[in-house]
């Protein structure tokens, strides 16, 4: 079993980042780290696309804040001890997607006998944002009504 | 400006699931950033679906590896829509693939191809043989394109019509015994002789099929514009090998085994033959002081590829070891010797006296 990894860095992902993020290191993709899991509430896959999440504030770099619902989190950029390489599926036919976590060699070897499906890397990420303090409540925001915990 | 909005992936189900972290050691790192350069960098994964996955450049492989994380990592790109104001999350990620450096998986090749050993005059038994082809192998062995080569090499697999056939190792021989009586006979170099003419004289007067001998003649030195560099140790080493396989349980002399050795490489190298060019293929026996050694075959090809049970048999052969000998038995299951040394100091118990440093068991394994 052998899957093709192919590496393309440049211009997967069109257009750019907004420059607040890009001067973080990578103009294409930017990883952000929560503490918990970000949980929004929905009834069917279908609502979530495009759905609103919260508010991303890089006035000062080295202070980004994320206002999710009634909480607003603090967080630091912080250099990653080993770059990481971010893989994407690409597909070209639709495609089930995986309930679930399963395990990674079982999954990857359903891959390959689905001839639309490909693996790329498709960024090399040295930087991240890490939101790790506790969310503190924030009152007087109005009329936000989407929910979020973290 | 500085305020983005933070919306989900526009199509979350088919991004969910889509995106994987991969850690990545250094020069790892350096082969994918400079891939996108000048050319691509290749890169696969192997594994059959029961095997854990490994990933592998050109020239070496890792084992991937699953590590999860209690925090959620967001994968965050630009939107299509709306450039300057949105960022969308395109998959939430639990965990992280570490890549760690292994020897790769090559040991697999002997127990697939056991019963297709390449011997003289089998032309009949081919018809019926199991088949296990080069293109098979390589993308089922994990192992990356230039250990796979190598391994082919070291193992001394030939391949035939596309199919991996590991040479018998008596008839290997034959065919060395005959390369270097024909270096004489036909008076040519070993630094640089004809390779048409050795394979043309094997194949005429011995019947050596001519990719046999070809690629023999290749395992044992460079052959660059049909010339043959032979690399003599290795030549001596594997005919050292052929005389000592026989003595596997009933020891030979030492004194006894480097005579037949020299007589089987003849004059021209008769002073390059020593036993360290068999290091990881012999136990050398002291018994009672008065006696001469005498020399076991013990490869270390034959010993278990799991480090623990690796251990617990060279400890069952010896009850201790010293650090010269006992390294050339675990070569082939640590990547470097940082490696090895970490394998000694979790298996084995080191202790140093007026010879040097020895190790013994850290279990006792006899009672």
Redesign the interface.
């Known amino acids: 079993?052998?899957?093709?990894?192919?590496?393309?860095?440049?211009n997967a992902?069109?257009?750019?980042?907004?420059s607040?993020?890009a001067k973080l290191g990578h103009d294409?993709?930017?990883?952000?780290?929560?503490?918990?899991?970000?949980d929004?509430e929905c009834d069917e896959?279908?609502t979530?696309?495009?759905?609103?999440?919260?508010?991303?504030?890089?006035?000062d770099a080295n202070k980004p804040t994320?206002i999710v619902g009634h909480h607003l989190l603090e967080g630091k950029v912080v250099t990653l001890p080993?770059?990481?390489?971010?893989?994407?599926?690409k597909?070209s036919s639709?495609r089930h997607?995986?309930p679930g976590?399963g395990d990674?060699?079982?999954r990857?070897?359903e891959d390959t006998s689905n001839p639309g499906v490909s693996?790329g890397?498709v960024a090399?990420v040295k930087k991240?944002i890490?939101f790790?303090k506790r969310p503190m409540p924030i009152v007087n925001l109005g009329g936000s009504t989407q929910r979020g915990q973290v | 400006m500085s305020e983005l909005d933070l919306r989900l992936s526009a199509a979350t189900a088919q991004d969910t699931g889509s995106f994987r972290l991969l850690e990545l050691p250094p020069e790892l790192c350096q082969i994918i950033e400079s891939a996108s350069e000048k050319t691509a960098a290749s890169l696969f994964i192997k594994g059959h679906p029961t095997e854990d996955a490994v990933l592998c450049t050109s020239e070496k492989t890792y084992t991937v590896r699953s590590v999860v994380l209690s925090n959620t990592v967001l994968v965050v790109t630009p939107s299509r829509s709306d450039p300057n104001g949105t960022v969308h999350i395109r998959d939430q990620l639990h965990e992280i693939l570490e890549l760690v450096p292994v020897v790769p998986k090559l040991h697999k090749l002997s127990i697939l191809l056991r019963d297709m050993e390449y011997d003289e005059g089998d032309e009949d038994r081919q018809a019926t043989m199991p088949k296990y082809s080069y293109e098979q192998a390589r993308s089922e062995i994990q192992a990356s394109e230039a250990e796979f080569i190598r391994g082919l090499k070291e193992r001394r697999i030939l391949v035939l019509e596309g199919q991996l056939r590991p040479i018998a190792p008596a008839h290997l021989c034959t065919i060395l015994e005959l390369l270097l009586n024909y270096l004489i006979s036909l008076s040519l170099s070993h630094q640089a002789a004809a390779v048409e003419e050795l394979v043309s004289v094997l194949s005429d007067e011995h019947e050596i099929p001519r990719a046999v001998s070809n690629q023999v003649i290749s395992w044992f030195g460079d052959v660059k514009e049909g010339l043959w560099k032979m690399d003599p140790d290795a030549v001596i080493r594997e005919l050292g090998v052929g005389i000592l396989r026989h003595h596997r349980y009933n020891p030979i002399s030492e004194n006894e085994f480097f005579k037949k050795w020299k007589n089987v490489v003849g004059d021209t190298f008769e002073s390059s033959v020593k036993l360290s060019l068999l290091s990881g293929d012999y136990l050398r026996n002291l018994s009672s002081i008065g006696e001469e050694a005498t020399l076991t075959y013990f490869p270390s090809s034959a010993l278990p590829v799991d480090p623990a049970a690796r251990f617990v048999e060279l400890f069952l052969t010896r009850q201790r070891w010293k650090h010269e000998e006992i390294e050339h038995f675990l070569l082939d299951i640590a990547v470097n010797s940082k490696e090895r040394d970490k394998l000694l100091l979790k298996h084995a118990r080191a202790l140093t006296d007026t010879e040097g440093i020895w190790y013994t068991a850290r279990v006792s394994y006899n009672n």
Request: aromatic content about 6%.
């Open positions: 079993m052998l899957i093709d990894v192919c590496v393309s860095l440049s992902f069109n257009p750019k980042l907004p607040c993020l294409e993709l930017v990883l952000v780290e929560l503490q918990g899991t970000l929004i896959d279908t979530r696309d495009g759905q609103f999440v919260g508010k991303l504030n890089l006035k994320l080993k770059p990481l390489g971010v893989m994407h599926r597909e639709k997607s995986y976590d990674h060699s079982s990857l070897a693996w890397i090399v991240k890490v790790s």
